[in-house]
């Protein structure tokens, strides 16, 4: 697998490809498929300060090409996080992991950061800013290139492992937000997460979800993600990792021709639970047959 490291901030990845936050849980349940150990490394489900229960069901839909989602990062908060997952973690995954950092306040993302730092096998953080900031009335983080900053910023400070922010597609100008985190101290940036969206069921006459609003992903939207991981690579210097609708190897090299140093793999697994084994094993002959020795030589080469 040599041919297919990719170096990110912090951490050296045997291949680049990652389950995506939320789609995987810390891994456990994959176990049973596969050796996951294999994996370029785990993106882990959200952690929040305090344990979340999620939104009320239904909080699952199926679209064309995709699904919505509402989960609303159900977890069992940080505490639980450091004292009971991520000391079982070893057992079944032995490289670094990516830890998934939400929160609804500043203050929030501060604690979580503070009180995994001690976790030796988190190699990095993805802040996920898509979540709604209740001290400003709701709004995300990810859409105001202020508050996305500012929540970078505090980030940084306490950190004691490279940051990755995480954007959120619901924006009108992906590239000002990705500029604004980059100036605020982020390592890398890690985009696409789900667009918003919604369902009607005709005979209810009502919207499908409980919360009315879901995040659409899936095949769906890899045309927007890699549009968007294309824009950011024309703008910013910080690597990034691309996620959107990726369900085979030559999706992984789109993303990477288009810009990203990894890639990540979301509602794939829950179509097809074998689905990174399966790429992973496709991979190095494939980019082989396109010409290509390693897998870092694909980094951009759409921008000519
Ligand atoms: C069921 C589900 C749960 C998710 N939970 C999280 C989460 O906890 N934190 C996060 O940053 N993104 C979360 N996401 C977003 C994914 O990590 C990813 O950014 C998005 O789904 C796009 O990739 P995909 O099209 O391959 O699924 C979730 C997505 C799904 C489908």
């Known amino acids: 697998m040599e041919n297919l490291k990719v170096t990110l901030p912090g951490m050296v990845l045997q291949n680049p490809i990652m389950p995506a936050s939320g789609t995987f849980g810390f891994g456990f349940d994959f176990v049973d498929y596969y050796d996951i150990n294999i994996l370029g490394s785990i993106m882990t489900k959200a952690i929040t300060q305090h344990p979340r229960y999620g939104n009320a069901v239904p909080r699952i839909a199926e679209v064309t090409s995709g699904m919505l989602n509402a989960i609303g990062l159900q977890n069992l908060g940080v505490e639980e996080a450091v004292n009971a997952i991520f000391p079982r973690l070893p057992s079944i995954y032995r490289h670094k992991v990516i830890a998934n950092v939400s929160g609804s306040t500043v203050e929030e993302y501060v604690a979580v950061i503070k009180a995994l730092n001690k976790v030796d096998q988190i190699g990095a953080y993805e802040i996920n800013i898509s979540c709604p900031n209740i001290k400003e009335g709701g709004m995300a983080f990810s859409v105001d290139e202020t508050m996305a900053s500012y929540v970078t910023k505090a980030c940084k400070a306490v950190s004691e492992k490279p940051i990755y922010v995480k954007l959120s597609p619901n924006v009108t100008d992906i590239v000002k937000i990705a500029k604004a985190v980059e100036a605020a101290g982020a390592d890398a940036i890690t985009l696409i997460n789900t667009l918003l969206g919604m369902r009607i069921d005709v005979k209810t006459r009502?919207?499908?979800?409980?919360?009315?609003?879901?995040?659409?992903?899936?095949?769906?939207?890899?045309?927007?993600?890699?549009?968007?991981?294309?824009?950011?690579?024309?703008?910013?210097?910080?690597?990034?990792?691309?996620?959107?609708?990726?369900?085979?190897?030559?999706?992984?090299?789109?993303?990477?021709?288009?810009?990203?140093?990894?890639?990540?793999?979301?509602?794939?697994?829950?179509?097809?639970?074998?689905?990174?084994?399966?790429?992973?094993?496709?991979?190095?002959?494939?980019?082989?047959?396109?010409?290509?020795?390693?897998?870092?030589?694909?980094?951009?080469?759409?921008h000519g």
Do not use: W
């Open 206 to 302: 009502k919207p499908v979800l409980n919360n009315i609003y879901g995040g659409l992903s899936g095949p769906a939207i890899k045309p927007v993600a890699l549009k968007m991981v294309y824009q950011v690579y024309r703008n910013v210097s910080i690597p990034i990792i691309g996620m959107g609708g990726i369900m085979t190897k030559e999706d992984v090299v789109e993303f990477m021709m288009a810009g990203a140093s990894a890639v990540a793999i979301g509602t794939g697994n829950l179509v097809d639970p074998m689905i990174c084994h399966t790429i992973v094993h496709e991979l190095e002959s494939y980019i082989s047959s396109l010409g290509f020795e390693k897998i870092e030589a694909l980094v951009g080469v759409a």
